[in-house]
């Protein structure tokens, strides 16, 4: 008896890796040497934490590096690059902690991750690796900067900014998590500064209306359309009631002007300290500093409304009403105009304020006209009749509220006008670790760009970087780095001291990876004509908004500049789930709940963790991790291991059954992986390999031709093992040429297929007959199954096509 080989996972996997080193399976011709069809799948690239990848992490690459493999057996080249985001905060706090420089500590990291994600043995091709710290890199994240400059997206602007006191810099609204620092946990708090701002704004209105085009989950297209937040309604300029100043409101319910019976303006409204009267002086300015201590998240979503009376007032420009000016921080000086008209009584928010400080309520719509005597809460219906409104009294509130704006524009009182809750982008930090911002500050040219043959502007080195805190970068210290000459006059001038964010690499890294040794341009039109843009993105939803928004607009930009011919970076994408610890908690070094993969891919195999990773839950969901989840799958691998072993030398004719299993397994599986629904596909593998094992028994084993489309369709899951597989099975090339197998439909017919039986409705039995078999066999055949349990005089004989067999009798 030939000795039994047993499945080897290290010995395998060291092979093949090996073997795909030398030998690729990616090429960009096919066999007759024309240029295959590209197929660009890419991964959201990571920041090169300390901590190294976990089991978590892993699930993100599998998941693209299955759909990768899935394409490239339909014959596509496959674009499949990897890179670091290495810039920003997260690696300079991390520096900090670990008390040594931030280059340093990068370098370390990305060599420790890029070791571990070799052992996933992902389809990366690493001669398209960037690094966004790289000079030849953000070089062209400064480039991009110095053409918004020049395009008037890049500009300056001192006004109020999320300051986080820990780490010491100023975070854009998007970085701020229910009032804390989204990186550190602190406590944001606000400061007044400096800060270069991108115009993002400028591109609001094709921001919302292109997300139609996409191919993304519905869930992330509301967050981005949300987070834009466009609106219709009008500016109303309210008079200040002995003063020549206005106060122009936004308002979407301009219909209801005439019951605005109070007016709230941010703290930081530009007029707001000065409305204050001699008795409100001192209460006014209080509150406006204690705003200043409060984050704007904080600010929209704490339950209890505060606010203060200025002693001034507006004029209603309808009704010629005072209407007493208040402060509150629930209004913020970056939305709208910074000031609201409030209608207590058609508004949740504005009735609670002004029942706290007595405030009167007008109700100006009604349901059928009808006033409410001492309202409770506040009437938020969408329709209703117009009352208490001058010459509006009578009209539909629905009708009045398109007609208004143009009607108040007509009067002069305001203009008709759109919104929205997107603001510009703050882009400075006030920290070491990021790219210099190429700009030049000259006391007679003003600010200058730093000339684009001149780029990169590389960061110099320096022994302490540690933020100051002071509102200035690290950088404002290096003297002989900061003066500099302005390269339009000549004179002696200063350089930009803040850095970019970490956005702003992440935010075009994908177009950089197809021509990443350019130093000519930022990719070249061919490069990007035929391999851009990505056709699938994977990574975790919490990118929804920030990073994903801002390479849209980055995108729109180089597209309006002609770099490259398309406006949406990514056509289709894939958000997955969490993998969690015990109870759903994340995992995270500091709750000691890490798993890390090196020692289940040395004891397991990376195959079976590949799978492992899948099998463990819907790709789209969170899933708690459970280590010994993984046997399950590794048994699997050994059965069917065996199973070839025991099938590849045995000559073995392919039976009627084997040809529907195959044809079925073939139409299932694909089935599963095209709707993303991998976990099941895992499953499948497992509940067929059960079936062929039971057909083997009675057969002497599976023939050829079905165990290699087991191997060509266990490829981009386990494709150690499906390589070794194919070998075994007699073939020299790799399993990665052989093209994904197609079914037959007429091959998974079932021959025969069971049909309940009932009497008047009920189902009395069950009877097996033909698949093909007409009305009055299957008729026949139900009658006979039922033997004596039919009764009486039959009255009608249904069959519905193999479905059911109904005997109607009396």
Not at 77 to 89: E, N, Q, R, S
Not at 97 to 119: D, F, L, R, Y
Request: aromatic share 10%; hydrophobic share 35%; glycine share 8%.
């Amino acid at each position: 008896m030939a000795q039994k080989i047993v499945y080897n996972h290290k010995a395998i996997e060291k092979k093949w890796q090996e073997n795909w080193e030398k030998n690729p399976v990616n090429p960009k011709t096919d066999a007759s040497g024309n240029p295959k069809q590209k197929y660009y799948c890419l991964d959201m690239f990571p920041y090169p934490s300390g901590n190294g990848l976990h089991v978590g992490h892993w699930r993100g690459y599998v998941i693209s590096d299955v759909w990768s493999r899935y394409k490239l057996q339909h014959g596509h080249y496959i674009v499949h690059p990897m890179g670091w985001d290495a810039f920003g905060l997260p690696a300079e706090n991390y520096a900090i902690k670990m008390g040594i420089h931030p280059a340093v500590s990068t370098a370390e990291n990305v060599a420790n991750i890029k070791k571990q994600i070799n052992q996933i043995a992902a389809l990366y091709d690493w001669d398209m690796e960037v690094n966004t710290t790289d000079p030849d890199f953000y070089k062209w994240t400064q480039w991009i900067f110095v053409k918004m400059f020049k395009e008037g997206l890049a500009y300056e602007k001192e006004f109020p900014i999320n300051w986080c006191p820990s780490c010491k810099t100023g975070l854009a609204n998007e970085e701020v998590v229910n009032g804390t620092c989204e990186r550190c946990g602190a406590e944001v708090t606000k400061k007044n500064l400096r800060q270069w701002m991108l115009k993002i704004t400028a591109y609001a209105d094709r921001l919302l209306g292109d997300l139609d085009k996409l191919d993304w989950p519905e869930k992330v297209k509301k967050m981005q359309s949300d987070w834009i937040g466009k609106s219709y309604g009008a500016e109303v300029d309210f008079p200040v009631d002995g003063r020549e100043e206005k106060i122009t409101v936004y308002t979407t319910r301009p219909d209801t002007l005439y019951g605005a019976t109070f007016m709230v303006l941010a703290p930081e409204h530009a007029l707001a300290a000065s409305l204050a009267t001699p008795e409100t002086k001192e209460a006014v300015e209080k509150y406006i500093y204690d705003a200043s201590m409060k984050s704007n998240v904080d600010r929209l979503q704490d339950k209890e409304k505060t606010g203060v009376f200025t002693g001034s007032y507006a004029v209603n420009p309808l009704n010629g009403a005072k209407t007493p000016i208040w402060l509150s921080d629930y209004v913020l000086a970056d939305y709208g105009t910074g000031a609201i008209m409030c209608v207590p009584a058609h508004d949740d928010r504005d009735f609670e304020f002004a029942k706290k400080f007595d405030i009167p309520i007008v109700q100006v719509i009604a349901k059928d006209g009808k006033e409410i005597e001492n309202m409770t809460q506040a009437y938020t219906e969408a329709s209703g009749t117009m009352i208490n409104s001058g010459e509006w009294n009578g009209m539909e509130s629905a009708v009045l509220k398109k007609e208004a704006p143009h009607i108040i524009e007509k009067r002069g009182i305001g203009k008709a006008t759109v919104n929205f809750k997107l603001r510009d982008w703050v882009f400075s930090r006030q920290r070491y670790w990021g790219e210099p911002i190429p700009i030049i500050h000259c006391p007679d040219c003003g600010n200058v760009p730093v000339p684009e043959e001149e780029l990169p502007l590389t960061l110099p080195e320096v022994e302490s970087y540690e933020p100051t805190g002071t509102g200035e970068s690290p950088l404002a210290g290096i003297e002989e780095w900061v003066n500099c000459t302005c390269p339009v006059c000549g004179k002696a001038a200063k350089r930009e001291t803040n850095t970019m964010p970490q956005w702003a690499g992440s935010s075009w890294y994908f177009l950089r990876y197809v021509d990443n040794h350019n130093d000519k341009e930022l990719v070249s039109r061919e490069k990007a004509d035929t391999m851009l843009p990505v056709d699938m993105y994977i990574g975790g939803v919490e990118h929804a908004v920030l990073h994903l928004l801002y390479s849209r607009f980055y995108t729109k930009f180089l597209h309006d500049i002609g770099v490259v011919d398309f406006d949406e970076p990514f056509q289709k994408l894939f958000n997955q789930g969490m993998i969690t610890g015990k109870n759903g908690i994340k995992m995270s070094k500091s709750k000691g709940n890490v798993v890390s993969p090196d020692d289940l891919v040395r004891d397991y195999g990376c195959d079976s963790l590949r799978m492992y990773e899948l099998f463990v839950g819907p790709p789209e969901l969170d899933a708690e991790w459970d280590d010994r989840g993984i046997d399950g799958v590794n048994r699997y691998l050994k059965r069917l291991w065996n199973l070839v072993m025991e099938s590849k030398d045995a000559d073995v004719k392919p039976t009627k059954e084997m040809l529907k299993l195959r044809n079925k397994m073939i139409y299932d599986i694909t089935t599963r992986l095209e709707s993303f629904s991998l976990n099941t596909v895992i499953s499948g593998f497992m509940e067929y390999n059960n079936k062929f094992m039971e057909l083997a028994k009675k057969t002497g084993g599976i023939d050829h031709e079905t165990l290699e489309t087991v191997a060509v369709l266990l490829s981009p899951f386990a494709p150690h093992f499906a390589e070794e597989m194919w070998e075994q099975l007699g073939h020299a090339e790799t399993v990665f040429s052989a093209g994904w197998p197609s079914y037959d439909e007429a091959h998974m017919k079932d021959d025969e297929i069971e049909i309940p039986v009932q009497v008047n409705g009920k189902t009395k039995v069950v009877v097996s007959i033909p698949a093909d078999a007409d009305k009055d066999a299957a008729i026949a055949a139900g009658k006979e199954a039922l033997g004596d349990k039919l009764s009486g005089n039959i009255v009608k004989e249904i069959y519905v096509p193999g479905k059911i067999i109904n005997i109607v009798a009396k």
